[in-house]
């Protein structure tokens, strides 16, 4: 055996013991060099293949750290709804309540801390429009959005791959207003809309609003929407549209692959099921492999695709998008009617920001931090939790679900509100109020000790809920 492994092994030996604990810093490579007699070079070696083996983490100007086993991913299988249903949303009050609040701890919100966004650059582009283009910013924006803006949102998609032309692309307030529109386009109160489950609440409220069927599909922690019993739901009913989160979704991180993509939108064509992606979260691949739409296999025309700026650069601007393809026109019909158009500003400010700096190298930034937000996360979850908590281990988006039997998320809810911990209780990701021992957590914000306080306190909370 050779030095390097020799050291390597000992460290994995003090790893297993739990004399070396998740998140705890290793010896630095002085020390280790200096206390095992070998050179810098052979502990470097060690630390190294540590690393490669998934035991230690480098982070930055710190050293080594040992990171948490994976946590088993949550036990029971989503819900099947199998039968079309009304929305239920006894905790939608509750949610609005906790929003009107500032003094959280926002683990609620899948947002990425401010600081972790390029503010400065954003402000400083939209004094510039303000000052440059006065009338343009302050009067109606096209119905549409302003062209620089769609124009830029299609360039981005051909640079993963996906032909997008700026006239089918309609500027919103945000991903939440694409899916309203088009599902308040495309259905009629009583259709069937299929939605997965878990999935994000707004989805299920929009649902709901329009008073739509929705029917169920399980999406899965390890490989995303379930496309066998998508395929078997759209051969049992007439499915209108389906509005689904193929990449990230949100509570679970999951990701549905290239394959089951392409399956789920011949599975959509065949029993003329309009697809709405919601690919929100879609550049917010931790690895900076960026999972690719659906719209990438779409040879039928049968997909809608919305997407955003609020996960990546700025929630407040609330501008987002649909790509309409042939139903651009009655989409627009119905943006007009609902708010004329979207605000100015924000378009041309985002339009200048997007012409002024590399998008692709702050998304890289964006997502080295989450991911160390979220490693960091898990370890103190590890460290603070009841030991039978289950874990979705994601590798982009913003949240963190977590699973502990026997658990009442909503009395969590209630209590960590108590103390100023925001938290999103699994009920609300569910069509009839299921998940009631699950949590979202938000990996958006920047590790510190009050985050890694409120952890502990959550474990605590969590264990007598
Ligand atoms: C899956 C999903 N879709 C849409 C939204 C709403 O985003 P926007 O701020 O762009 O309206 C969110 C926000 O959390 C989300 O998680």
């Known amino acids: 055996m050779l030095l390097y492994q020799h050291l390597a092994s000992q460290l994995r030996a003090q790893i297993a013991q739990g004399s070396l604990r998740a998140g705890e810093r290793l010896p630095s490579i002085r020390q280790l060099a200096h206390s095992h007699g070998v050179s810098i070079a052979t502990a470097v070696q060690a630390c190294l293949q540590l690393e490669r083996e998934g035991l230690a983490q480098a982070r930055p100007r710190s050293g080594y750290f040992v990171r948490a086993a994976s946590p ?26 906790m929003l009107a609040r500032s003094d959280l701890l926002p683990l609620h919100s899948a947002t990425p801390s401010l600081t972790l966004l390029p503010q400065s650059a954003l402000t400083a582009s939209l004094s510039r429009c303000l000052r440059r283009m006065p009338s343009a910013a302050l009067d109606y924006a096209p119905p549409q959005g302003h062209l620089s803006l769609r124009r830029l949102i299609a360039q981005r998609y051909a640079q993963v791959g996906v032909t997008v032309s700026a006239d089918e692309i309609i500027i919103t307030a945000g991903a939440m207003e694409a899916i309203s529109l088009s599902l308040r ?20 409220q929009a649902v709901a609003a329009l008073k739509l069927k929705v029917l169920e599909v399980p999406n899965l922690p390890d490989r995303g929407i379930d496309v066998e019993r998508l395929e078997l739901l759209l051969r049992q009913h007439q499915v209108r549209a389906a509005v689904l989160v193929p990449n990230f979704n949100n509570p679970l991180g999951s990701v549905t692959d290239d ?43 049968g997909v809608i695709t919305c997407g955003s700026y609020s996960k990546i650069l700025a929630a407040g601007l609330r501008v987002g998008w649909l790509v309409g393809g042939d139903w651009t026109d009655a989409l627009l019909r119905t943006k007009y009617f609902s708010t004329v158009g979207s605000a100015s500003l924000p378009q041309l400010a985002l339009a200048d920001y997007l012409e002024r700096h590399d998008l692709q190298r702050h998304l890289r930034q964006l997502c080295r931090a989450l991911a160390d937000n979220a490693q960091r996360m898990h370890e103190a979850i590890a460290r603070h939790w009841p030991s039978s908590t289950r874990a979705c281990t994601p590798q982009g988006g913003l949240s963190l679900w977590l699973q502990l039997p026997g658990m009442n998320a909503k009395t969590l809810f209630d209590e960590a509100l108590r103390e100023g911990i925001g938290t999103s209780p699994g009920m609300l990701f569910s069509s009839r109020g299921e998940y009631a021992d699950c949590l979202r957590l938000s990996c958006g914000l920047p590790w510190s000790v009050a985050l890694d306080r409120a952890l502990r306190r959550l474990g605590q909370l969590a264990d007598r809920a």
């Open 72 to 97: 088993p991913l949550p036990a029971t299988l989503p819900s099947r709804r199998r039968t079309p249903g009304t929305v239920s949303n006894p905790m939608l009050q509750d949610v609005l309540d």
């Open 185 to 204: 386009t495309l259905t009629q109160p009583g259709d069937v809309v299929l939605v997965e489950s878990p999935t994000y609440h707004g989805i299920l």
């Open 259 to 301: 394959e089951a993509k392409q399956a789920l939108l011949k599975s959509c064509a065949r029993h003329k099921t309009i697809v709405i992606e919601d690919d929100i979260y879609g550049e917010l691949a931790w690895s900076g492999q960026r999972p690719a739409p659906l719209r990438r296999w779409d040879r039928h025309g």
